[in-house]
């Protein structure tokens, strides 16, 4: 493992797989959290032999980015990677949740090319309107406007759309780097 991945998990957002390497990720790192509290806890108890101590203060402290890190295992234990990998030469992403205040929206693989935002969820109740709203609405408040979506659940269709793409331009890297930026 890279010492930059302990860091920052940003740069491998949209890769293959990417949602089962960071929830066993996620899952060591809240475990490891949870750890180091319950530890300090017990070490200042069995130093000064009551809870009453600075030790069982820090601990408390420790539990705030523990119960953090444990709503990031809850979130993504919800979803499953996309189990296909899909060939193709235009900008691409894998396992894409996009939250909103109200439904989360699990595409499993997205493509954005020549103004076209295109991906494949699948299940087979995705709300595709209500998804279209809330990304053009992030989309104009970045300045990226005129930007065609759409989300197929048909896996087929989506095939034999990708493969009719053409090749990505600045706005639609720009595009893609805000879609990376929103998810989950």
Known sequence: MKISRLFSYEQYKGTYLYLDTQRKYEIARTVL??????????????????????????????????????????????????????????????????????????????????GCIVGYSERKDFNENSFKDHVSSILSAEKIEGMTIKIFTDKASYISRIRSLVSSDKKDRAAMTVLKQIVL
């Open 33 to 114: 959290y949870f750890l180091l509290s319950f530890g300090m806890f017990f070490a200042g108890y069995f130093a000064t032999g009551t809870k009453i101590n600075l030790l069982t203060v820090v601990a408390v402290l420790g539990m705030l980015p523990a119960s953090k890190s444990l709503v990031s295992v809850i979130m993504f234990c919800r979803y499953k990677s996309c189990r296909e990998e899909f060939e193709t030469d235009v900008l691409n992403a894998y396992d894409m949740i996009f939250t909103s205040e109200k439904i989360n929206y699990p595409v499993g693989h997205l493509c954005v090319s020549g």
